[in-house]
């Protein structure tokens, strides 16, 4: 049987680690995962902070591993930035694309405010003040392990400036700006509070009525919150 391609993608202040708990829900035998780290995590970094410096930056990362027809699948942030690919390199991607806690529209007047403000606090301020708002489950032990991923994806990204250039793009582009020829599925946390569930229904219904799914006790950070579930979520599409 021939192995599928997933290309994980993650969001703003994150890094690969943050979804690699959701990565080992999906059999090394079936599936070849690939986490790549997006600008600014790590030493990476991008000349413009936008949606096609982003989309190539994807698109050079498939070439230069020779991957053949992958299914990414971005979170949160990473979803435009899948969207954007989808968009501007249809012919390096498979046939279908995941978006978890999708950015379907541009968040609101309050999140634009405080995202580009979060890139210039400390990161463990950052990251307890977003998690602590973000997160459903009432669980201490997966808020205590989602602080640490958290603190360590925040701490890998060692630019201040490139950090607040990637906030500005989380809130200047949404998936509803892209227009691509893919069969995308929306999935998201039943008590996302970031993204109101109505926009993400009326956003998937542009795309051909693309499916949606809700976790349920999950939020905006469901790789964390609920990893089994949403990557059922994923197989079960992946197999249609």
């Not at 995590?41 to 190539?56: D, T």
């Not at 793009?169 to 996302?192: Q, V, W």
């Amino acid at each position: 049987m021939k192995k599928q391609n997933l290309v994980f993608i993650h969001g703003f202040r994150g890094s690969s680690l943050g979804l690699e708990e959701l990565s080992k829900c999906f059999d090394k035998k079936k599936f070849n995962i690939y986490l790549p780290d997006l600008p600014p995590a790590g030493e990476n970094s991008l000349p413009e902070y936008s949606a096609r410096h982003y989309a190539r930056f994807v698109a050079n990362y498939i070439k230069s591993k020779k991957i053949k027809d992958p299914i990414l699948i971005g979170h949160s942030m990473g979803s435009i930035i899948v969207a954007a690919t989808a968009e501007r390199y249809p012919e390096l991607l498979g046939d279908k694309i995941v978006f978890l806690s999708p950015i379907s529209v541009h968040p609101g007047l309050f999140f634009k405010a405080l995202t580009p403000l979060s890139a210039l606090l400390p990161n463990k301020l950052v990251g307890y003040i977003t998690t602590k708002y973000l997160i459903i489950p009432k669980d201490k032990g997966l808020l205590r392990r989602t602080l640490l991923t958290t603190y360590h994806c925040g701490a890998d990204q060692k630019n201040k400036r490139d950090t607040y250039k990637s906030a500005k793009f989380s809130c200047e582009y949404a998936i509803s700006d892209f227009a691509f020829d893919k069969t995308p599925i929306f999935i998201s946390g039943a008590k996302d509070r970031l993204i109101p569930k109505k926009k993400t229904i009326d956003v998937a219904h542009t795309f051909n009525d693309a499916d949606t799914v809700w976790i349920e006790n999950a939020g905006h950070l469901l790789n964390y919150e609920q990893p089994k579930k949403t990557a059922s979520a994923i197989k079960s599409f992946l197999k249609k």
